[in-house]
């Protein structure tokens, strides 16, 4: 008869002893990780974080003076005064529904133009591509700054190409009137800002699997119906990070604006935007006022960014 012998036991040391080796090695893994993300994580803190902690500490304070020449001055807890001061602020308001009127024309139309140059390059009879999408790009490589002096002579009544033709058909504008302002500062940044999101539309539509738009063809769906059936709806991700970066840079609308108010131009108000309002708010002595107006600013941004983000989230889930 034979008799069956279990196994030895393994030593009682054998996972300690293994385990130790592992654990050394997560350590010094999470160690170099830790090296190489310091440096980053020291500037973001020092230029990002703490400026955004900084201002929102000032903005629950306010500076009172005694007497009306350099008299003391103290330093009390406001609690949400500034905020109520600001929102009772008609300039601040005011400047929130222009720039969220301009938002709302300008963003659609420049979104709309980058998709539709997009796959004008993404079709199979696109030619010089590279060509086109540099012209197009380029725009976005020229400072602000230059862009708007540009066009603010290129809007001015007396030295625009534009005036000839259009007094030819009958229409009589100053592109650089107050109730032309918004539309002419919308142009610029269409102008601007067209390429760069055409760009971020466009390597979506080249990160398409090959397959998926070779078996649509195969059924007889080409041209504007592959565009529309097929291409748009698998870079819905793409439109909605746009759409979000769109609608941040708006927010923060003020090169445009204050370049054509240093020129003197009629209606360019140096309130034009929130972050203009805030930085002349800063500028007389009133530092506490506009750090609340840049929270509030910052807060709407926020809500607007997230509640467009989980809105087309909710609805590419339902679909």
Request: glycine residues 6%.
């Amino acid at each position: 008869m034979n008799a069956r012998t279990a196994p030895p036991p393994a030593p009682a040391t054998a996972a300690p002893a293994a385990a130790g080796p592992r654990r050394r090695h997560r350590h010094r893994t999470a160690l170099s990780a830790a090296g190489f993300l310091l440096p980053f994580g020291a500037l973001f803190t020092a230029t990002m974080l703490a400026p955004i902690g900084y201002a929102i500490w000032q903005s629950f304070y306010q500076v009172h003076r005694q007497g009306l020449f350099g008299g003391a001055q103290t330093t009390r807890f406001a609690g949400l005064d500034n905020f109520s001061q600001a929102l009772r602020d008609s300039d601040f308001t005011a400047s929130l529904g222009r720039v969220a009127l301009l938002g709302v024309v300008q963003v659609p139309v420049m979104l709309g133009l980058a998709l539709l140059l997009a796959l004008l390059l993404d079709s199979r009879s696109a030619r010089l591509r590279k060509t086109f999408r540099m012209t197009f790009f380029l725009p976005y490589a020229l400072p602000g700054a230059i862009a708007a002096v540009m066009w603010s002579f290129l809007l001015v009544k007396d030295l625009s190409p534009f005036t000839g033709p259009l007094a030819a058909i009958g229409v009589h504008t100053d592109f650089l009137s107050a109730g032309w302002l918004p539309v002419s500062i919308g142009n610029m940044i269409t102008w601007g800002w067209t390429g760069y999101n055409m760009l971020i539309i466009y390597s979506a539509l080249q990160a398409l699997p090959a397959e998926v738009v070779e078996a649509a063809a195969l059924d007889n769906c080409t041209g504007w119906r592959l565009a529309w059936h097929v291409k748009i709806p698998m870079v819905r991700p793409a439109l909605v990070l746009t759409t979000v970066f769109s609608i941040i840079g708006t927010a923060q609308l003020y090169t445009e604006p204050s370049v054509l108010a240093a020129a003197r131009i009629p209606g360019a108000s140096s309130r034009f935007s929130p972050i203009m309002n805030t930085t002349l708010t800063a500028s007389q002595a009133n530092p506490n006022l506009a750090a609340a107006e840049s929270v509030l600013l910052a807060l709407i941004t926020l809500v607007l960014s997230f509640g467009v983000l989980k809105f087309t989230q909710r609805r590419m889930a339902d679909a």
